[in-house]
């Protein structure tokens, strides 16, 4: 009789356990418990990895936009295509160009030493993201943690939900608004690209084919990106401060230097659509500033698997068997 009540009583303590967990929400305190170094890790190695290479802050920042557009932020983006499975990392946006798994690796194996099977790779992207902005002069977000890793990924929706940057402003709009962001968030997200660098073959068309481009602005670019090479070129979106994260990105789009096409979309002539808002960043750094870290805390919510879906990856390539 006793023993069959605290049979009872357990499973009536599992169930309660198993409701308590799948309607749990993401908390800045999840790993309190269960890992407490967990974030100091995890920022720890990316100021790191940002104060190598200024580059990589910019690199994990993208990472998770990429990862939060697709399925929402569940570390798909960082699944390896295997003979059974097809991962993200070769659609057109991602191929040859998202960077910083290795640092993710890293801060991976550290968690995975203190804490095993705890902390998430989707919530390592999260705070890396918001670590990268900080630690390059940006605003950090108040990252909420607990979400689990995908167990699937989706190459077609990688390809066709992440905006491409020869969109026009209309397509830019629907691109962030599927993802349920206003314009005005599009174009404070856009402003990610005050850091960071890109390919020549992403702006080729519009340094040897617009008009709406300042004139010296499309001669230095060109010589950093011939008309017939040099595809894989770097430059930075920001040649003045590309490691800086700073409001310069709306100041040289009112200049007409915005070097992808997308990008200036964003402003045309000063009676566009999105124009005022790009005039008033480009004079108001601590509003864009204020404003990005908002949008991204939206961002770093898409969709997160909790409670019992998913699973934490041991490996973040890898599904676990
Ligand atoms: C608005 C639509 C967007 C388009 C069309 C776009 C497109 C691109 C392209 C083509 C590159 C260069 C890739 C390469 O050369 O390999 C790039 C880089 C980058 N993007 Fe975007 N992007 C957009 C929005 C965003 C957003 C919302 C974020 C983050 C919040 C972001 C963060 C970055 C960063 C930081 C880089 C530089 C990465 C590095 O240096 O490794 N982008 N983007
Ligand atoms: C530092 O950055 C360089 C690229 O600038 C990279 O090759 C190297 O692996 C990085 N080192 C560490 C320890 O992250
Ligand atoms: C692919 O699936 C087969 C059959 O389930 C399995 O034996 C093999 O190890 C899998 N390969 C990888 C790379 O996971
Ligand atoms: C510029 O436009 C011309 C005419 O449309 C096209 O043939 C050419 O390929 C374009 N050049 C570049 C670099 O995009
Ligand atoms: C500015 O550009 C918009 C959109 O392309 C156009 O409708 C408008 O006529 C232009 N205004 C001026 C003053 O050039």
Redesign the pocket.
Known sequence: MAANSGFKLNHLLIFACLIGIASAQLSTKFYDKTCPKAVKIITKAVDDAVSNETRMGASLLRLHFHDCFVQGCDASVLLDDTENFTGEKNSFPNANSLRGFEVIDNIKSQLEKSCPGVVSCADILAIAASESVGALGGLRWNVALGRRDSITASLSESNSDLPAPFLDLSGLITAFSNKGFTTEEMVTLSGAHTIGQVKCRFF??RI??ETNIDISYAKAMQAACP?ESGDENLSPFDSKTAATFDNAYYQNLVKLKGLVHSDQQLFVNGSGETDSQVSRYSRNMGRFKKDFSDAMLKMSILNPLTGSDGQIRTNCHFINA
Request: glycine residues 0%; hydrophobic residues 20%; aromatic residues 40%.
């Open positions: 080729r068309d040897y084919n008309f």
